[in-house]
């Protein structure tokens, strides 16, 4: 298995988001950590608005819960349930082991790359609990760096399956939906490898009824994955990972949107650091259309789409269908 990643600001800036709710016993308030933690202090220096550091700060406040760390939201003492000055923290008790367990440094290393393969899907609640506290082993909450790497968490049911047929060189077969289809193909493969491409996982693999390989997101399996007894060479599956990521690169490579983004909004905290700057906006490399409207639609006002015509288009039927949503709702509640 393969995985595109790279170190970048967000991830910096979840590490030292959980720095400061685990060094608190009081808890933070938003507007403290919004001016204090590092991550946040500088794009508010740089001019991003309140709302978009506040937008930032939910999203991360939810990516961190969904690796396993538990936030824990505190109210007023007289009103607990008025959460304008709520204060979050990480609870110290959720990253202590009994005093009679240590680990060696090598046990420590071994477990620590264990805990990095399997999702969050893969693992009880006990066992998230318990690799939260090995993590914590060691590490000051003081120090400027603690022992913390970012998990990308797979929440699809595909992931499981295509995992263990991969591993023991079967051919699977699943209901596969492409947007602008009403109804999923049945696809048949040899699956060689799992790549995580852009925060998306992909499965890659030679498709026997298109005798060519393929690569397709998970997201899109709308069924359960029927591992079948037809085997394949195993072989067949070196090298397969770096082969599906080149061809994803490729494909971004061919494709950019030309955008305009409000400066100091969410969009343009997101999107500048994957884009390059031109005259009349910046230019997002994509793979998928359909993908990249999903996430610009989500930004609303922030950021309109110059080109392609297609991108734009696909983004406006999302807002259109966002307001119809919202107007019949507002009509049967009337």
Known sequence: MAAATSRSAPEERLVNLLVALMATDQGLTKDTILSSVAGYREQAQSGASKDALEKMFERDKESLRGLGVPIETIGDYADPDDLREARYRVPNDEYALPEDISFTPAELAVLAVAGGVWSESSLSAEARSGLRKIRALGNEVDEPIIGFSPRLSVRTPAFAPLQKAMEQARVVSFPYLKPGEERPRSRRIRPLALVD????????????????????LLSRIVGDVAITR???????????????VRGLDDVAARQRALLEVHPGTEASLRLRRRAEPAGQGMLVPYVDVHVLADELASYGPEVRVVEPATLRDEVIRRLQATLALHSDGAEDAT
Do not use: C, I, K, N
């Not at 925060?199 to 298109?210: E, I, K, M, P, Y």
């Not at 037809?230 to 599906?244: M, N």
């Open 230 to 244: 037809e085997t394949f060479d195993p072989s067949l599956r070196d090298g397969a990972g770096e082969r599906a």
């Open 197 to 216: 491409y852009e925060a998306r996982w992909h499965v890659f693999g030679f498709d026997l009824d298109q005798q060519a390989e393929r690569t397709f």
